[in-house]
């Protein structure tokens, strides 16, 4: 399995607290991603990043901000969390090489209430 | 536009064939993907096809590929209750270097003994 970690794995938070997710790689992939899953939507892109500082717009990304201050690392934060965002959140990283193949972290599962 | 386009449930008996389903609309993309996920846990890739190929045979795994219809299909042989999954498939937006992916909304197979 592709070194990939994501934390916290669970959480639950109140409406208009901001939260941090974090997906730590130890494989100095250099794409990383943020998906979220929803029944009926499938898996569908937050933000990515394509080196250290270098990020972009996915389709969903109102709400949501990110930051890759380290290859190993990128933070999905939102700003003032709403019962909307309550789904599964995905990281996943490419190397941009391996015919584009893109390996996932295990999850985050969080509510807002 | 892109868009991945699946049935969301499928149902078979083990030692059945299964046959998943996929269109898609981007015909630039350079790889079509099959990921599967276990329950809670992130996904991991199957198998994947390029695009200029029509078939692709991985032990009990067959990928068709019909560019015409841009209908792409993954056939299990043999389905077994440990094939119980969903099942995403991805194709790549090949604009953008690094691999960033379009997925549908995944099947939900169902293995009966």
């Known amino acids: 399995d592709a070194g990939i970690t994501q934390s916290p794995r669970h959480k639950v938070t109140e409406t208009g607290t901001p939260v941090t997710l974090r997906c730590h790689q130890t494989?100095?992939?250099?794409?990383m991603y943020w998906y979220r899953q929803d029944p009926g939507h499938g898996l569908r892109l937050i933000h990515y990043?394509?080196?250290?500082?270098?990020?972009d717009k996915g389709e969903v990304s109102d709400g949501y901000s990110v930051s890759r201050s380290k290859t190993e690392d990128f933070l999905l934060t939102l700003e003032s969390a709403t019962s909307s965002q309550t789904s599964v959140y995905f990281c996943?990283?490419?190397?941009?090489?391996?015919?584009?193949?893109?390996?996932f972290g295990p999850g985050t599962r969080l509510t807002v209430l | 536009g892109e868009d991945v386009e699946q049935s969301l449930f499928l149902s078979v008996r083990e030692g059945d064939s299964s046959v998943i389903n996929c269109t898609y609309t981007?015909?630039?993309?350079?790889?079509l993907y099959w990921y599967k996920q276990e329950p809670g846990a992130g996904l991991q890739l199957l198998t994947y096809?390029?695009?200029?190929?029509d078939m692709k045979q991985d032990q009990r795994l067959t990928v068709l590929l019909n560019k015409k219809d841009k209908h792409l299909s993954l056939r299990i042989a043999d389905t077994q209750t440990g094939d119980s999954a969903i099942y995403f498939c991805?194709?790549?937006?090949?604009?953008?270097?690094?691999?960033?992916?379009?997925f549908g909304q995944g099947t939900e197979l169902s293995v009966k003994p």
């Open positions: 996943a990283i490419s190397d941009g090489l391996d015919r584009d193949t893109q390996y």
């Open positions: 494989e100095n992939h250099r794409y």
């Open positions: 990043s394509y080196g250290v500082k270098d990020t």
């Open positions: 981007d015909s630039s993309s350079t790889y």
């Open positions: 096809i390029f695009s200029n190929m």
């Open positions: 991805a194709e790549s937006a090949p604009e953008h270097q690094g691999g960033k992916l379009i």
